[in-house]
């Protein structure tokens, strides 16, 4: 499995305890439904928006007390009272989805790493906030993670996003390693792409590490859960970089063997 999507909500994780898993499925379904809005189909940008706009308006009914009447919405707004959980990154979210609409190109990676705070870090706060283990180091660290789990989708993904007409490689670090968009949409598999893919990958391993230690901080199933997490995309890393970073013909999709690796490395990871 790849990390893609809204799939790294633990949803169905043997690690995730019994009784949040309501409250995670209700997330789950109003971050993959807007998503799904704002980048499935063959709907017209405008409609796309309009679809984005009810998913806010309900976020407003639920800011309000009042309880939606839409069953995905009403549970999202059970869950919010019941763990008393903040609104803000779930219209962060939003944000991010509206900006899928109508941005397909990140002219400098501060750019990029402000759509990730919204369109990422989000799911980090969320479980941070179920799980009751806020704080302001615990936050910096789950945003971490959470965005170079963002950027390694990207970099994997780069031959599926040139396809929707989207590229996430900062146009900066195109022009700084000699990689035209044309030689994205063409798939070429040159020497300036492989360093300007070994420079990315880089990038997002530091910010994962950088992140890691959350994991063996925080106690019980969210911490194992988090290492595994983590390793995770380390791996997809290790296998962009073990195809020679030609993601076009060798997307990287992890394996049984992949998750025996993975899993001894998060019993291994410490302190």
């Not at 017209?44 to 407003?60: F, K």
């Not at 179920?130 to 302001?136: D, I, M, N, R, W």
């Amino acid at each position: 499995m790849a990390v893609d999507h809204y799939e790294n909500f633990p949803v169905a994780s043997i690690l995730l305890p019994r009784r949040l898993v309501p409250a995670v499925e209700a997330i789950y379904a109003f971050a993959r439904g807007a998503d799904d809005v704002a980048d499935e189909g063959d709907a017209l940008p405008a409609e796309r928006l309009t679809g984005l706009a009810e998913y806010e308006a309900a976020l407003d009914e639920i800011a309000a007390g009042r309880m939606p009447a839409h069953p995905m919405f009403a549970r999202l707004a059970t869950v919010v009272a019941e763990y008393a959980l903040p609104l803000q990154p779930l219209r962060d979210l939003l944000s991010a989805f509206r900006q899928d609409v109508v941005t397909t190109r990140y002219p400098d990676y501060a750019l990029l790493l402000d759509y990730c705070r919204r369109s990422a870090d989000p799911v980090g706060r969320l479980m941070l906030a179920l799980y009751g283990v806020g704080g302001e180091q615990n936050l910096v660290q789950a945003d971490a993670i959470c965005t170079a789990l963002q950027l390694i989708n990207f970099w994997q993904d780069v031959g599926i996003d040139i396809g929707k007409g989207r590229i996430y490689l900062p146009l900066e670090d195109l022009q700084r390693f000699g990689v035209g968009e044309a030689d994205i949409a063409a798939q070429a598999d040159t020497p300036a792409w492989r360093r300007l893919m070994a420079f990315e990958v880089a990038r997002a391993r530091s910010l994962m590490l950088s992140g890691a230690p959350l994991a063996t901080r925080l106690p019980g199933r969210i911490g194992w859960e988090l290492r595994l997490v983590i390793q995770g995309g380390l791996r997809i890393l290790e296998c962009i970089e073990a195809a020679g970073y030609d993601v076009f013909r060798r997307r990287p999709q992890l394996g049984k063997k992949d998750y025996v690796i993975m899993g001894w490395r998060a019993l291994r990871m410490s302190a």
